[in-house]
């Protein structure tokens, strides 16, 4: 009866959800588009901050292509309020880093926060949500407040990467982060990596010497 009335569907292509299955159907599992990005030269998210900022690791679950499962996925998840997703997703990002047998894991992940009003407005933090995913897999604390945002940025999304890297500049704080000396930082999506680059510099400058960046996605033209 609950099914007929509240039918569970995928998050993915709104199928209805057979009951070994949970947010997502086999059918769109499968379809994922994994980056499969292996630490190394040839790792397109280690690359992009190559020369800007020294990071201990760098990956990205998905590869991001427009109107492509990622992106429906990322809409779901951003706009359509749907937080267990995110959570649900960051369980798949963790099993996978899992899997790739990191020589070294951070001690604390944390997220790139959003500001007070802009969070207020979406309900939730959608890269919280992912970190706790990851978490709960990887069993490392999550900590929400080792970054804070100062200030309420202008959107990225029309911005060309010089204006989204000065958008970022003064746009974060480093929390009380100092109990630890390897951080890790989750985003729902790279672009330039403008956000990423600004949160992992506020950290470097609060004494923290080791810092990995997670994305759920990466946008690859």
């Known amino acids: 009866m609950l099914d007929v009335l509240f039918p569970r569907l995928c998050a993915g292509c709104s199928e209805p959800l057979q009951r070994n299955e949970y947010r997502l159907c086999l059918s769109c599992f499968v379809k994922l588009p994994l980056s499969d990005f292996k630490k190394g030269a040839a790792n397109p998210v280690e690359r992009l901050f190559h020369g ?120 974060f704080e480093a929390g009380n982060c100092s109990e630890f000396k390897h951080i890790g930082i989750v985003d729902d999506v790279i672009t330039t990596g403008a956000t990423l680059e600004a949160c992992v510099s506020v950290l470097k400058s609060g004494g923290i010497l080791q810092i990995s960046v997670f994305a759920l996605c990466i946008s690859i033209k």
């Open 52 to 171: 800007r900022v020294l990071l201990e690791s760098a990956s990205a679950f998905m590869v991001f292509k427009k109107a492509g499962l990622a992106q429906h996925l990322m809409h779901q998840l951003k706009y359509k309020g749907d937080e267990e997703l995110g959570v649900e997703l960051g369980r798949y990002f963790g099993n996978s880093i899992k899997r790739q047998s990191y020589s070294a894991l951070p001690e604390a992940l944390t997220c790139v926060p959003l500001h007070a009003e802009k969070q207020k407005q979406r309900g939730f933090n959608q890269s919280a949500a992912i970190a706790k995913g990851m978490s709960e897999i990887l069993g490392i604390p999550f900590r929400e407040d080792l970054l804070k945002r100062s200030t309420l940025t202008s959107t990225q999304t029309r911005k060309k990467r010089y204006e989204r890297w000065e958008n970022m500049q003064t746009g």
